[in-house]
Structures are given as structure tokens and as C-alpha cells.
């Protein structure tokens, strides 16, 4: 089946500091993964994703990796801000069963000055 | 564009009492999908249409929920009667059919039944 495994949260982390989220996929075929980012009160918005094998994906200073090998596309930030301060969901879109969504549980980040 | 709209944007009504949230969707996107978030079961899909088709309502949690699209630019989720463990907030999200494309969401309906 189709799963997508986040690293517990909240994190919490002092503005500079680098940042990691880890994400693990279980999928049938080869999917397209992505991680979204929620701020309070608002719905899920597109922080970058990836198609395809060792594809990286970026914005505004945030990356992660396709790794077919190990299944993963952790998100990375070399120095983060307040204003990341955030709910960031990792997904993956199946190309079997109907092209579904699937999201992990999301990670909290609270960054404090 | 104006991205996807939902209404309302908060809903408070009393147990027993039919709901109707509506969302319309990006000009040219032909999947829809209905969420629920809360904060003990996290994000759930509830249902998903595709080209105004229902394809997957196994999310559905039950009878009491039921879900519309009549047309490219509209969708509607109903709960009748609503219960206060029906309490969430209610995301619609709309996208190009095919892997490789993203969601976008809608702002949501923060529903509180009393």
C-alpha cells in the first residue's frame, strides 16, 4: 500500500539553526512527493515537490531530495526564521489507485528568536 | 486567479441540524477533494471526484455525510444531522488529474456543531 511516515514533532529550534524533517514513503510504482506547509488558520499551501528519482526540489531556502534508494525526502533548511514557524506535511501522489494523496501526520516547527 | 473558495468560512450550528460547506474549485482543474482536519485524527480525505465523478468515498466516515459535484465549478459536502464529533476544520483541494500535479487548497470551513 501507499504511506507516508513524518518524524514526531513539535520542533522546536532557534532562528539560524538548520533544519531537518524527516519523511519516509511506502509506494507501489514511482511516485510524485511533495511537502506542503500550513500557517495558523490558513489551509495547506505547495512548499516544492519532486517527480522523479534524485529530483530536488526548492524554495524559499527549503529543499529535499528524491531518494528511490532509500525511500525518503527529508526537507532541509540551512537557517531558519520566526516566520517558519509552521505545520509541514509530507505527501506523496500514487500512480496507482486512482492517483490519490497521501499525507503523513505533519511536524510542527515553532522557531523561537 | 482566485484560487480555491470555500463558504463559509465558519460555520457554528446546533446537533441535529443540516450542514451544507461548498467549495469551487480552480477554472480547469478536474479533481476535487474533500478534507477533514482535526486535531486528534490529523488530515483525512474524505472523498475524492474526478472530471465531477466520485472516484474514492471511502473516507466517507458515514451515511450521515454526503458529497456533490454537479459540475466542473461547484461541490458541496452535507452533513445531516450533524453531531459535535462532526467539529473540524473542512478543506476542499482541487487539481490537474495525473501524478505529477499538485493540490491547491482552499482556506477551509471551520465547522463547530454545539
Known amino acids: 500500500g501507499n504511506s507516508v511516515t513524518q518524524m514526531e514533532g513539535p520542533v522546536t529550534l532557534s532562528e539560524e539553526a538548520f533544519l531537518t524533517i524527516n519523511c519516509t514513503y511506502t509506494?507501489?510504482?514511482?511516485?510524485?512527493l511533495f511537502w506542503y506547509v500550513q500557517y495558523p488558520g490558513e489551509g495547506l499551501q505547495l512548499l516544492l515537490k519532486a517527480t522523479k528519482a534524485d529530483d530536488k526540489g526548492s524554495n524559499k531556502g527549503f529543499e529535499a531530495t528524491y531518494r528511490k534508494e532509500t525511500t525518503s525526502f527529508h526537507l532541509e533548511k540551512g537557517s531558519v526564521q520566526v516566520s517558519d514557524s509552521a505545520v509541514y506535511f509530507c505527501?506523496?501522489?500514487?500512480?496507482?489507485?486512482?492517483?490519490?494523496?497521501?499525507f503523513g501526520s505533519g511536524t510542527k516547527l515553532n522557531v523561537k528568536p | 486567479d482566485a484560487g480555491v473558495i470555500q463558504s463559509p468560512r465558519h460555520e457554528v450550528t446546533e446537533m441535529g441540524q443540516e450542514v451544507t460547506l461548498r467549495c469551487k474549485p480552480i477554472s480547469g482543474h478536474n479533481s476535487l477533494f474533500w478534507y477533514r482536519q482535526t486535531m486528534m485524527r490529523g488530515l483525512e480525505l474524505l472523498i475524492y471526484?474526478?472530471?465531477?465523478?466520485?472516484?474514492?468515498d471511502s473516507g466517507m466516515p458515514e451515511d450521515r455525510f454526503s458529497a456533490k459535484m454537479p459540475n466542473a465549478s461547484f461541490s458541496t459536502l452535507k452533513i445531516q444531522p450533524s453531531e459535535p464529533r462532526d467539529s473540524a476544520v473542512y478543506f476542499c483541494?482541487?487539481?490537474?488529474?495525473?501524478?505529477?500535479?499538485?493540490?491547491?487548497f482552499g482556506p477551509g470551513t471551520r465547522l463547530t456543531v454545539t
Open positions: 509506494a507501489t510504482g514511482y511516485p510524485s
Open positions: 471526484f474526478n472530471n465531477n465523478v466520485p472516484i474514492d
Open positions: 483541494a482541487s487539481s490537474f488529474p495525473g501524478q505529477i500535479y499538485e493540490q491547491y
Open positions: 505527501a506523496l501522489r500514487a500512480v496507482y489507485n486512482f492517483n490519490k494523496f497521501y
